[in-house]
């Protein structure tokens, strides 16, 4: 494959199969990189041909391939401990991590406060697992709202993960964009508000993040 970007997108309401369609496209094409922004609330879903069954709700599904390397946008919101379920689960901890998982900075920490809030005022739409809330505290610059870079357990995993995927692409390697959820679930664009996710869910939104 020469130079390009794949971009994985369910138009319906997600749980269509993207985790299934994402195992296959990194098992065959073998990226040099993988990209998303996943929040904790959609979780993806990957079984290779031996039965081994992965379930990623933090990192990008191309994990199944070996060699590609593990960006995570500006635009995530993280559960620090699913984080780090899934980097000792899947990437066999920390240590072995190191040089192949990248985290931009600016990706959103999600804390008990966020999840807190939503279940005293949200009726609809939400997981409750606090993403809508951290990303809202993150627009309104909250002044007790927290990015990767203050959290120093991870500050050894963070980068400039837009520009090192471009990087990548001007470098003529290839890449998939792997954006969570559904289309018809986006807050502008989707089937229908309240009843939708936080954020837009497509193409140019998952390139933003």
Request: contains cysteine; charged residues 25%; glycine residues 10%.
């Amino acid at each position: 494959m020469e130079r390009s970007l794949d971009i994985i997108l369910d138009l319906c309401f997600g749980s269509c199969g993207k985790g299934l369609i994402g195992g296959y496209l990194a098992t065959k094409h073998k990226y040099d990189f993988a990209i998303e922004s996943y929040g904790v609330q959609a979780g993806h879903t990957v079984i290779k041909q031996d039965g081994t069954k992965y379930v990623f709700q933090q990192l990008p599904q191309a994990l199944i391939n070996d060699s590609t390397k593990l960006y995570i946008g500006a635009g995530a919101v993280i559960d620090l401990v699913q984080l780090e379920n899934e980097v000792d689960q899947y990437l066999g901890g920390k240590e072995k991590a190191k040089g192949r998982l990248f985290i931009h900075p600016r990706a959103s920490v999600i804390q008990q406060t966020h999840r807190d809030w939503e279940k005293e005022n949200i009726r609809s739409g939400s997981t409750f697992k606090g993403v809508g809330a951290a990303s809202a505290f993150k627009v309104m610059r909250h002044p007790d709202h927290k990015l990767m870079h203050d959290i120093r357990e991870w500050s050894n995993f963070l980068a400039d993960t837009a520009e090192m995927a471009c990087d990548d692409l001007e470098q003529g390697k290839t890449g998939i964009l792997e954006i969570a959820q559904g289309f018809e679930l986006g807050i502008n664009h989707g089937f229908q508000y309240p009843h939708c996710t936080s954020r837009e869910c497509s193409p140019m939104q998952g390139l933003s993040d």
